[in-house]
């Protein structure tokens, strides 16, 4: 059997995924859209604050990303029109219609519509299902996508094999029964060829057969295995497979390919990760090939530039050479030129006009010039010389106008080099340009997303012993950590003054040791209210979670991120304010993190000390990235070292810090 490379979702694929990413991003807000070509990257933030990329692609269909790939600073209009319309709204659903290649996504009261059909579309809808936007208009015989008209969804390609009985099945196969087998079945339920496929090999029936030759028993096996399988793909935890031929991927399926015993192939742990590895490459194709043409126009366009220089520069060389030989033949001719000029002014000034002039001047036996042209009004004369024509003014000296001339040609050479700088700058263009045209692969993917754990939405570090401590931003998250993360034998921990966060020690069972018990105690206190009133130390009680409740007593009424505390406190008294940020590298990454000294100081490579002060959080964080950029150029120089503001400015505390030392 020839293998088909496979280059777009099927309905069942499409199927699959929804079942499996519906719950991961359901109820997430877009923060943003981007676009190359007719593919379309919609940034999700999902509720445990995970940024999520979801493909959507009439081409091949969608997906959830794990990459970063380079995006266009400039978005074309259709991106910008969507972005005005469904930027910060909540994913409410997906839904597939009717098991086809179409599929809903609502935005708030907005509907994408990603249609991979014929040439495939994206479409806009109102609440009321009302075109507003499309990335392809077009008046079809079945249909119309055009502004302001209700949607109408393309016509299916078979029946639903999940919507259909039996016996309507055997009904509507019937209208087949002279075709061959795997044809019929194509046509009644519209499901992918590889399924029949599939399903056909594991009932041993032979796919060359005709629909009228099968049994009733065997058509309800072939019913019954074909909608078990859509069944179990629906379920979501369908698991990726890649199959290859030799080192290229030829398709990717929810399922193990029963028939393709022959070819090699790579499991997954979900099939939205196969996807993803699967549909990426095509994805580096298109923008490589995206990047590779724009590449192309810049590059003929410099060429053009180019050739227009040359040209130009030929030009001037030409002139100038052209008026140093004319200047120089004239200057070989200087007393006749000068009698010329002399009786010429004569003429002049006796009234004579130009024909009675140029009568008399030729007949001078000292003049060899060929005149063409005499201004008496602005006082100019054009003489012609071996075919060039040169005008001399005749209220200058002779050498004035040679030396004119001698002007003309160096301003011309300037230029000339001039022209010659202009053009090693382009070739050097072009010559970058041809060498970007072989790292363009390397540049279409500019990182992976790395997943971030549920404690990362919080202020958080690892103990030196290695226990997880977690602690608020603010009084919701105070809130939300007591509620949902605190149990019964973590340690709560609370520094002494008004505006202060949660800080809790997950324990999980384990006793907790003293420099744990203190680290946490110097997180509690440097990020409490006392850090910007300038405090050195501070007390920071602590209990075990069982003490802690939100219930108030009889009367009494908690405001938000407020706590009853039960039973004894444990005092730690005199806690130092003092906090550390340290840069570490895992898996390739530059990640910055911010906890007590001793913590950082276990985990990190290069940190910095921080201790109430005067300067603002945006110098701090400044400065930290230029002595963590410059630690990270040393030990590797080749390096492009990026980090975010907005990274380090997060994990500060409160306006009002010094360095203190810088390790």
């Excluded at 978005?75 to 179409?102: E, G």
């Excluded at 002007?407 to 060498?435: F, P, S, V, W, Y």
């Excluded at 990362?456 to 608020?472: P, Q, T």
């Excluded at 806690?575 to 906890?595: E, N, P, T, Y």
Aim: with cysteine; charged share 30%.
């Amino acid at each position: 059997m020839m293998v088909k490379r496979k280059t777009s979702l099927s309905a069942l694929d499409m199927a699959a995924l929804i079942a499996e990413i519906k719950p991961v991003v359901i109820d997430s807000y877009l923060s943003k859209i981007y676009q190359v070509g007719e593919i379309f990257i919609f940034r999700l933030v999902t509720v445990d604050g995970n940024k999520r990329d979801l493909i959507l692609s009439p081409k091949y269909g969608f997906w959830l990303t794990k990459y970063r790939f380079r995006v266009p600073k400039a978005p074309p209009t259709f991106c910008q029109q969507l972005r005005r319309k469904l930027t910060r709204l909540k994913l409410v659903d997906i839904r597939q219609h009717d098991l086809d290649r179409v599929v809903f996504f609502k935005f708030g009261n907005y509907v994408v519509v990603l249609e991979v059909v014929r040439e495939g579309n994206l479409i806009l809808l109102d609440e009321n299902s009302r075109i507003l936007l499309a990335l392809r208009y077009m008046k079809m015989r079945d249909r119309d996508v055009i502004p302001k008209v209700g949607y109408k969804p393309p016509p299916p390609r078979g029946a639903n094999v999940l919507e259909t009985s039996f016996e309507d099945f055997v009904k509507i196969a019937e209208k087949f029964s002279e075709s061959k087998l795997i044809s019929a079945l194509l046509r009644t339920l519209g499901l992918p060829k590889d399924v029949v496929e599939h399903v056909l090999n594991e009932t041993r029936i032979s796919c060359e057969l005709k629909l009228k030759s099968l049994t009733q028993e065997q058509l309800k096996e072939l019913y019954d295995k074909l909608t078990a399988l859509v069944r179990e793909c629906l379920k979501g935890t369908a698991q990726g497979v890649i199959v290859y031929k030799g080192e290229t991927p030829v398709g990717v399926f929810p399922y193990v390919l029963k028939t393709r015993k022959d070819l090699p192939l790579k499991l997954f742990k979900s099939f939205n990760e196969s996807v993803d590895e699967y549909f990426s490459n095509f994805i580096v194709k298109e923008f490589e090939e995206a990047e590779v043409s724009k590449l192309k126009e810049e590059l003929e366009k410099l060429s053009r530039v180019l050739e227009r220089q040359r040209e130009l520069k030929e030009k001037y060389e030409r002139e100038a050479n052209e008026l140093r030989r004319v200047a120089n033949e004239l200057y070989g001719k200087f007393h006749e030129l000068s009698k010329l000029f002399k009786e010429i002014v004569k003429l002049k000034e006796r009234g004579y006009n130009w024909d009675l002039i140029k009568e008399r001047v030729s007949h001078l036996p000292s003049v060899s010039v060929n005149i063409v042209d005499v201004d008496l009004a602005k006082s100019e004369i054009v003489i012609e010389l071996d075919g060039m024509r040169v005008k001399l003014d005749l209220k200058q000296s002779v050498g004035d106008n040679l030396s004119n001339l001698y002007e003309r040609a160096k301003l011309l050479e300037r230029k000339c080099k001039r022209i010659e700088e202009e053009m090693k700058n382009t070739l050097n263009k072009i010559e970058e340009l041809m060498k970007s045209k072989e790292t363009v692969k390397q540049e279409v993917i500019i990182g992976v997303v790395r997943e971030r754990k549920w404690y990362e939405r919080f202020r958080w570090f690892i103990s030196s012993k290695g226990f997880l401590v977690i602690a608020g931003r603010n009084a919701t998250q105070n809130e939300r950590i007591v509620r949902k993360y605190l149990e019964d034998n973590d340690i709560f921990m609370h520094a002494e003054i008004h505006g202060a966060p949660v800080v809790v020690i997950k324990t999980y069972g384990k006793q907790v040791d003293e420099d744990t018990l203190k680290e946490a105690a110097e997180f509690a206190a440097s990020f409490s209210k006392a850090w910007e009133l300038g405090f050195t130390t501070i007390d920071v009680y602590w209990v075990r979670g069982s003490q802690v409740s939100k219930s108030p007593p009889s009367g009494m009424y908690l405001a938000k991120g407020s706590f009853m505390i039960y039973g004894k406190r444990n005092y730690l008294r005199k806690v130092k304010l003092a906090i550390a940020v340290g840069v570490r590298f895992s898996d390739g990454q530059i990640k910055i993190l911010c906890g007590p000294i001793n913590s950082i100081k276990t985990y990190c490579e290069k940190y910095v000390v921080l201790i109430p002060g005067k300067r603002s959080r945006n110098e701090i964080a400044k400065e930290i990235i230029s002595i963590f950029a410059k630690h990270i150029k040393r030990k590797n120089p080749q390096a492009k070292v990026r980090i975010p503001l907005d990274e380090v400015l997060t994990l500060l505390p409160y306006d009002g810090s010094s360095f203190l030392i810088k390790e």
